[in-house]
């Protein structure tokens, strides 16, 4: 589907989705809008529609209106136990998050309240049993996770024909990745059973999103590209049906496909939320994605239209809204080399600890990549501080993230403080490191060792690290001026005239005033 067309499609949902929310039901809902599922239940027959319908909404993440569909399922079918697996299903959102005990506890009582129902299948029972094992296994969400999935591998093999099974254990596989896992395991074993899936079903929302998901790195995004451009095809009433396909086209730097896709998300979420569907926090996510694709490719002035737009939004999550903000903030600075926006980048009064650090962080590179050594530390230590109050088991996983920030403001604190050695060990080191993770998008720390190599005058060394950085995030645009002017430093002509030719090329119709665009322009109309 073409970008415009999909446009239209999404804009003609809207008026059967009024309908929908006329009657806070999901019935005008059809398979051409969210999927094609088969999920045979031993409940009433009048509930099997609407039960498969919960099934889509949960394979596109839409959980705020599965969680609404399974509920209602309840009352108009009390012996209906597989719907309250379908809640507690709902409440669990896999790949992003560690569900608090509040939840696990009323997961748990929705897994309690279906088995005190009349036995369903023995099939039924082992749904039930799998995810209980998440809910009622004692230690830390990981555990949990691969618990669950081990689960769901029995329930996978046992019943080879139920094809909702396998796709579900392949989310499971990718919801028990372990951290920083660079052989892509799971990944690679959930997308064979997902490929075999989408053979079978190419109109399963599941399969071909999981598929995006299981490919969702550098090394893999082109494997991905099918499922991308499916997707949006299968689902188009749900927003991140719309949006996910941009993962993989960032990943291949196909900054169009990514605009295109997100702002069509974008449209679709804010509509499905003025009619008082849930998820209006979902276009923040799609949003990030915007901003990142038009820094890449020269739309500077839409970047800032869409920082104005926060602003504007309505009922999104506080928390989420403050920290985009600011992400936003940094991230136009950093992309554009506006080191003194950085620095200048405010914290809210209120601000918790993570987001503060979020703000030093900024502040220390902005400060460092000006200059100002002593203000450069006193930003970092003062991450460091906040990491160190974060104790409870409940903060680990912010102060993980808080990691991520010191090693990535620490190398240019000691360029600025003239330790240029110890800088490019720590920027190799973790360069070698996340290329073989494959997490990074925005400036990888690839990328920054290149950067730290140009400014240090050794274009002929930090040429090769460009080139590294662009074969895992292909068409940055940093990536791609930096290569071509350390091509130019080096004495390599040929190799900085293709590198400039193909930053003009990624920014074609932009109207940028970006002086590194305007000086790959001028140097090319020499030639």
């Known amino acids: 589907m073409k970008p415009a067309a999909l446009l239209i499609a999404v804009a003609s949902l809207f008026g059967v989705l009024a309908l929908a929310d006329e009657g806070h039901h999901h019935e005008d809902l059809t398979d051409e809008q969210l999927g094609t599922v088969h999920f045979p239940i031993s409940c009433a027959a009048s509930v099997q529609k609407p039960f498969e319908r919960g099934i889509a909404l949960l394979h596109s993440f839409w959980y705020e209106e599965a969680e609404k569909e399974f509920t209602q ?11 309250h697996w379908g809640v507690a299903m709902s409440l669990w959102h896999q790949l992003w998050d560690h569900p608090s005990a509040a939840t696990i506890k009323r997961g748990l009582s929705e897994l309690k309240q279906a088995e005190a129902l009349p036995p369903g299948t023995d099939r039924e029972r082992d749904y039930l049993a799998a995810l209980r094992a998440f809910y009622e296994k004692k230690g830390d969400h990981n555990e949990r996770a691969r618990v669950y999935s081990e689960a769901m591998e029995g329930l996978y093999h046992h019943y080879p024909d139920d094809r909702e099974a396998a796709a579900f254990y392949a989310l499971s596989l990718l919801a028990s990745e372990p951290d920083g896992d660079s052989t892509f395991a799971n990944r690679k074993k959930a997308a064979a059973v997902l490929e075999k899936l989408f053979a079978e079903e190419p ?23 099918r499922a991308a451009q499916s997707y949006a095809k299968i689902a188009p009433a749900a927003p991140h049906a719309l949006h996910m396909p941009s993962h993989i086209f960032a990943r291949l730097g196909l900054w169009q496909d990514d605009i295109d896709s997100n702002l069509a998300s974008i449209a679709a979420t804010r509509r499905t939320a003025a009619m008082h569907m849930g998820g209006a926090s979902h276009q923040l996510h799609a949003m990030d994605f915007l901003q990142y694709a038009y820094l890449q490719c020269g739309r500077e002035a839409d970047a800032k239209k869409l920082t104005e737009e926060l602003d504007t939004l309505r009922g999104v999550d506080g928390k989420q809204l403050g920290y985009t903000k600011i992400q936003f903030a940094q991230r136009y600075a950093f992309e554009l080399h506006h080191w003194q926006e950085a620095v200048s980048l405010p914290i809210a009064p209120d601000a ?8 030093y962080w900024g ?22 501080a906040i990491q160190k109050s974060m104790t409870t088991a409940s903060e680990q996983y912010e102060s993980d993230a808080l990691t991520a920030y010191i090693e990535g403001a620490e190398p240019w604190v000691l360029h600025a403080e003239h330790q240029d050695k110890e800088a490019i060990a720590l920027l190799r080191a973790r360069a070698d490191k996340e290329d073989k993770i494959g997490e990074e ?3 990888s720390p690839r990328e920054m060792l290149a950067d730290l190599l140009l400014e240090l005058k050794r274009p002929e060394e930090a040429l090769p690290e460009y080139e590294v950085a662009l074969k895992l995030n292909p068409n940055r645009f940093n990536s791609l001026y930096g290569a071509a002017s350390s091509a130019e ?15 003009v090329k990624v920014c074609a119709g932009s109207n940028s005033d970006r002086p590194e665009l305007g000086r790959a322009k001028a140097l090319l109309a020499k030639k």
Not at 74 to 83: I, Q, R
Not at 369 to 384: H, M, P, Q, S, T
Request: with cysteine; net charge positive; hydrophobic share 40%.
């Open 73 to 83: 399922i309840t009352k108009d079918d009390p012996s209906c136990a597989l719907a």
């Open 203 to 225: 109109t399963h929302p599941g399969v071909a999103h999981y598929l995006i998901h299981s490919y969702d790195k550098p090394q893999l995004a082109e494997l991905g590209l």
């Open 441 to 443: 998008q925005d400036m």
């Open 489 to 503: 430093m080096a004495g390599k002509n040929e190799k900085a005239t293709t590198y400039y030719a193909q930053l």
């Open 352 to 359: 918790k600890p993570g987001m503060k650090a979020l703000v």
């Open 363 to 384: 502040r220390a590179i902005g400060e460092a990549r000006g200059g100002n050594a002593a203000a450069a530390r006193k930003g970092l230590e003062r991450i460091k």
